[in-house]
């Protein structure tokens, strides 16, 4: 599957969300990543969200403040995202386990600036927020109600490749 790196925008407006607030514990007996996919964020805490709403079935790309997926090792994390066709997020920063695991997945882990995350999480409060990365530049686009940012980001080289192959066993299996 191709993975598409941005489209609408779910604004998470909290920092250290867990991974037991991203995939409940309960859950990790599965054997699939399909038999994921419904538990997405069930356990999430935070005002006004709910897990089985338009929001997050619609979204693509998840805004969200900083230490995002603290908590366990767990590779369950992004999967549930992957398997829910969210394959960017933004955050200020990661847990480093999950952000190395999102790159692992071949999904992109966005590291912005506190004052960038802000100016999103207020687009997205003025009308539906979409984000259009272009992976090369390693630029971010952001439309919201017709205004319009732009930022860029950084990756290092090697993350990079891990998402331009689709994941870590695509990027072995070309190389080796």
């Known amino acids: 599957m191709k993975k598409i790196f941005g489209g609408p925008v779910l604004c998470l407006d ?3 969300i867990n991974t037991d607030e991203i995939i409940p514990a309960k859950y990790l007996t599965e054997v699939t990543k399909e038999a994921l996919k419904p ?3 069930e356990d999430l805490s935070l005002d006004g969200f709910d897990a089985k709403g338009a929001p997050l079935k619609n979204a693509q790309v998840i805004v969200t403040r900083g230490n995002f997926g603290c908590g366990s090792s767990r590779e369950h994390a992004p999967w ?3 398997v829910n066709n969210i394959h960017t997020i933004i955050a200020e920063s990661y847990a480093r386990i999950f952000r190395q695991n999102m790159f692992n997945c071949g999904m992109l882990a966005i590291e912005l600036p506190k004052a960038q995350i ?3 999480v207020d687009m997205a409060k003025g009308g539906a927020l ?3 990365v272009d992976l090369p530049a390693q630029r971010i686009s952001a439309t919201a109600d017709g205004r319009e940012e732009s930022f860029s980001f950084e990756l290092s080289p090697f993350d990079k490749a891990l998402v331009e192959a689709g994941g870590w066993v695509e990027f072995a ?3 080796y």
């Open 118 to 120: 802000d100016t999103l």
């Open 130 to 132: 979409v984000v259009s």
């Open 14 to 16: 909290r920092s250290d």
């Open 80 to 82: 549930v995202f992957e």
């Open 173 to 175: 299996d070309a190389r």
């Open 39 to 41: 538990y997405i964020l």
